[in-house]
Structures are given as C-alpha cells and as structure tokens.
C-alpha cells in the first residue's frame, strides 16, 4: 500500500497542515515484529507520530520519540528522517498486554510515564527533550510536547484502525501548526473541525485520503499544498554495521564468543539477524589492537 505524507500551507492564515497515511509501514512493521494487536496499535501511533515530527525537519535531519509507560506498554521507540524513512521497536508487558484493548491506545501506553523526544539537527548536541505523560493518548501527548517544550500552538491527531481479525485496516495523522506570527484564531477553528471529524483510521479505511481530509480541515481558508512524500519503513542496521559493533566489546568478550563458535546480532527495529561464525570472530579479533 502506498504511503505518503502531504504539508500544505495556509499562507494567509499563518498555518501548516501535515497529513499522512502509514497503512503500509504499519503492517509491514508489524509483521516484523510479530505483533499482537496491542503492539500493531502501538506501533501504528508511534510510527505515525515520528512521521508527523519528521515532516518538519530539515534534510539529513532526524527525530526519535521513546515513550514509557506503566500500561501494558514498558517502551516504545519510533523514529523518522527529512526523508520519511521510519522504522520502531516496543516491548510491552505481557500479562497485561493480554489483558489490554487493542483500540484503548491510553490503556495499553498508560497515564503514568514520560515521552521522550530527540533531534539530531546536525548540531554539535542532540536536541532532547522530556515530559511527562499527559493522557496515554500519544497523539494527544505529542500535542502536549508541541506547546510546552517547543511552545508552538499545535493539534496532533492519530489513529489506528484494527479490523475483526486485529489486522491493521488503516493507519494515519494530521497535525496542525500555527507559524509565527499566525492566527490563533484561524487555527482553533480548523482544530474544532479535526475534532468534529470521525477518527482519522475511519475516514481512511472509508477511502478518504490525506488530501481530502487537509481540504475538509482548511474548509474555505485558501492554501496550497507544498509537497507530497513517499513514507517507507527503512532500517539503517547492516551487517557491516554489526560488525563494527563487535570490534568494540573488547577482547575478552569476543573470546568468549570464538569459543562459543558464533555471534548472532539481532537488530530491535526490523528484526534482522547477522550471524558471525568462528572464522569471522577471529578475523575481527586479528584486527583489534594490541591492547583492546
């Protein structure tokens, strides 16, 4: 299923709209992960948010969101780039995520915890920033992260639709942001008509789209659409990647490692898995220095 990201401007107004559909990246995520229907909406709300904050970045630019919670959620990690790559992990609770409604997204995260939320804005420091769960409802959270440490009036809205079987049917968001000098007023009032809508999952698994939702939002504020980007779930791990990594758990460990005849490496975001047999330990072993 085609994925994509629409940002489109009210000029005259003074606001940004983002919409997206993350269907596909979803599923296939959650595929990875194997996930049960409490992890699909999870991940279907994380993923969606990290796309929504990638939307605003500028290129090579890249934002992570890590969220704990004392639901049936312990930790949920989502991240995007500039370039709509996304990918995300999460662990969650087991007893309880039995236990726990897949379309309860409050339920699963929980109203005790914190979200996380880090920028690599090709500065010398990663921008970071932390704040304490509002609701459990991420999209309401992330609303909450916008005006308190960012301080820019915004609504964030997501949703993710599970069919009878728990597959995902539908994923997507909108977010609405006022820019400087913008008009409170003018953004309330499209706010007003996001809440008046049916939930985003619904409008999308009944065929609308994020254009057409962004033109029932603007209602008859006059904007332009700025551009449309392909999203896709994109993992940086590598098996060269993985075996940089053992060059830095020293010696010793690796030793241990050569004597148990291999070294699997299994990556959190997309469950790939690199296998390092005794030849290629001790060929990464030759290469430490001395005193490693």
Not at 21 to 38: I, M, N, Y
Not at 153 to 160: L, Q, T
Request: net charge negative; hydrophobic share 40%.
């Amino acid at each position: 299923m085609e994925n994509y990201m629409v940002r489109a401007l009210a000029k005259a107004c003074g606001v940004r709209g983002l919409a997206c559909l993350t269907t596909g990246v979803v599923q296939e995520a959650a595929q990875r992960h194997h996930a049960s229907p409490a992890g699909k909406t999870v991940l279907g709300y994380g993923l969606t948010g990290a796309a929504l904050l990638g939307a605003m970045l500028k290129v090579q630019q890249q934002v992570a969101i890590k969220v704990e919670g004392d639901g049936a959620l312990s930790k949920l990690v989502a991240e995007s780039d500039s370039y709509g790559h996304l990918r995300g992990y999460f662990t969650l609770r087991e007893e309880a995520a039995q236990l726990a409604d897949p379309s309860d997204i409050a339920g699963i995260v929980g109203q005790q915890g914190r979200l996380t939320v880090v920028k690599d804005l090709q500065l010398k420091q990663l921008y970071e920033s932390v704040v304490p769960l509002q609701t459990g409802r991420l999209d309401a959270d992330l609303t909450y992260y916008l005006m308190m440490s960012e301080q820019i009036p915004s609504f964030v809205e997501i949703d993710v639709q599970l069919d009878a079987q728990g597959e995902v049917r539908a994923a997507g968001g909108v977010l609405l942001q006022l820019l400087p000098d913008g008009d409170l007023t003018k953004l309330a009032q499209m706010a007003e008509r996001l809440d008046d809508l049916p939930r985003i999952g619904a409008l999308l698994a009944n065929g609308e789209t994020p254009h057409t939702i962004l033109a029932t939002i603007f209602g008859a504020e006059p904007y332009e659409v700025l551009e449309t980007g392909a999203l896709d779930f994109r993992c940086t791990c590598s098996r060269e990647r993985s075996r940089h990594a053992l060059t830095l758990i020293g010696r010793e460990e690796l030793m241990t490692l050569l004597d148990e005849g291999e070294a699997v490496i299994d990556c959190h975001y997309c469950h790939a898995r690199y296998r390092f047999d005794r030849n290629e330990l001790a060929e990464i072993l030759a290469e430490l220095p001395a005193d490693n």
